[in-house]
């Protein structure tokens, strides 16, 4: 993690507590010539653009106060959306029978992309139930072999 995001972290976690939200993820990168610091916020109802408000609000006020940043950039505070990143273990365990995607670092039985519901998390293996054209297949994959995870929006 970046000096800059760990910094962010620190400063928001108060706003966080007092507010009930969880932080997701924070951003820091370059695109274009421009810098954008991203703050994705959640909590078990879901947020909503005043959540998002307040926590920019505030949050801008301590980063003008301390100002860890030497440059412009600009602030974003939102939603991680409906297909929102999976990190810590705290995430997979709430993502239980939900549909996700994960990428692996290696392949697990020649593949490393997984789509289907999350039905088990121990702490140190992911269990996905995947669909193989009409049958079903739990695909077991070690924590530490997951490059990339979130959920997954399905239509059917």
């Excluded at 078990?44 to 860890?68: F, H, N, Q, T, Y």
Aim: charged letters at 35%.
């Amino acid at each position: 993690m970046s000096k800059v995001t760990e910094v962010v972290e620190e400063l928001a976690a108060p706003i966080f507590q007092e507010l009930g939200l969880e932080l997701v993820e924070i951003e820091y990168v370059k695109e274009g010539k421009s810098w954008f610091l991203r703050v994705y916020i959640d909590k078990d109802a879901g947020v909503d653009i005043e959540d998002c408000g307040i926590v920019s609000e505030r949050l801008s006020e301590k980063l003008d106060e301390l100002d860890p940043i030497p440059h412009n950039y600009f602030l974003e505070v939102s939603s991680p959306g409906a297909e929102r990143p999976l990190k810590k273990a705290k995430d997979f365990e709430k993502a239980i029978g939900k549909n996700v995607f994960i990428k692996t670092y290696e392949p697990i039985d020649g593949e490393n992309k997984f789509e289907g519901k999350l039905v088990g998390f121990d702490g140190e293996q992911v269990t996905v139930e995947i669909k193989i054209k009409t049958r079903k297949k739990s695909i077991e994959i070690p924590f530490e072999k997951v490059a990339s995870a979130r959920l997954a929006v399905t239509f059917s």
